[in-house]
T-cell receptor, first 111, second 112 residues
Framework: DQQVKQNSPSLSVQEGRISILNCDYT??????FLWYKKYPAEGPTFLIS?????DKNEDGRFTVFLNKSAKHLSLHIVPSQPGDSAVYFCAAGTSGSRLTFGEGTQLTVNP | GAGVSQSPRYKVAKRGQDVALRCDPISGHVSLFWYQQALGQGPEFLTYFQNEAQLDKSGLPSDRFFAERPEGSVSTLKIQRTQQEDSAVYLCASSLDIYGYTFGSGTRLTVV
């Protein structure tokens, strides 16, 4: 029972263009959502979060959008940079603080 | 320290051997989590501590897995009689609140 799904295992974009990573969830009890970035041989690094009372959160080049009716969230990176190349994990949780992660999307930004 | 520290970084164990994985959380972080990440998958929840109390161990896959945090700081994840399916990266994270855990670099366990 995969409660958080990232259907694209990989994404390739050109430097300077927009990267859009998608995530779908099934559990309507989730009330906060996070994106993590992971480089090889390192642990995931927190990137940005959003609570269920909002539909958008922005931090510099990173924006997360939440569509609760569709149980869908997305991460937009603009402009994309080669240093953004990494695996991106979507995660969701409830007030109990345990997180459920998606399978990850490998983003490659080409110079 | 400045981050979450895990040791060892790599561990190779023979099938049937017991292993102990250590996590040093960020000083002052009340919450500590263990996750298991298999190759090509996202992290999966194992267990959660608030100070020394283990509040949720529902993710532990079998009774061979045991975690403790006796003084509310350092935590140890112990796996008894390791099996090949235990091979994974074990991630520890600590946090002050429900947002933005800080993860350690993980321990990569290979059971041969």
């Amino acid at each position: 029972d995969q409660q958080v799904k990232q259907n694209s295992p990989s994404l390739s974009v050109q430097e300077g263009r927009i990267s859009i990573l998608n995530c779908d969830y099934t559990n309507s009890m989730f009330d906060y959502f996070l994106w993590y970035k992971k480089y090889p041989a390192e642990g995931p690094t927190f990137l940005i979060s959003i609570s269920s009372i909002k539909d958008k959160n922005e931090d510099g080049r990173f924006t997360v959008f939440l569509n609760k009716s569709a149980k869908h969230l997305s991460l937009h990176i603009v402009p994309s940079q080669p240093g953004d190349s990494a695996v991106y994990f979507c995660a969701a949780g409830t007030s109990g603080s345990r997180l459920t992660f998606g399978e990850g999307t490998q983003l490659t930004v080409n110079p | 320290g400045a981050g979450v520290s895990q040791s060892p970084r790599y561990k190779v164990a023979k099938r049937g051997q017991d292993v102990a994985l250590r996590c040093d959380p960020i000083s002052g972080h009340v919450s500590l989590f263990w996750y298991q990440q298999a190759l090509g998958q996202g992290p999966e929840f194992l267990t959660y501590f608030q100070n020394e109390a283990q509040l949720d161990k529902s993710g532990l896959p079998s009774d061979r897995f045991f975690a403790e945090r006796p003084e509310g700081s350092v935590s140890t994840l112990k796996i008894q009689r390791t099996q090949q399916e235990d091979s994974a990266v074990y991630l520890c994270a600590s946090s002050l609140d429900i947002y933005g855990y800080t993860f350690g670099s993980g321990t990569r366990l290979t059971v041969v």
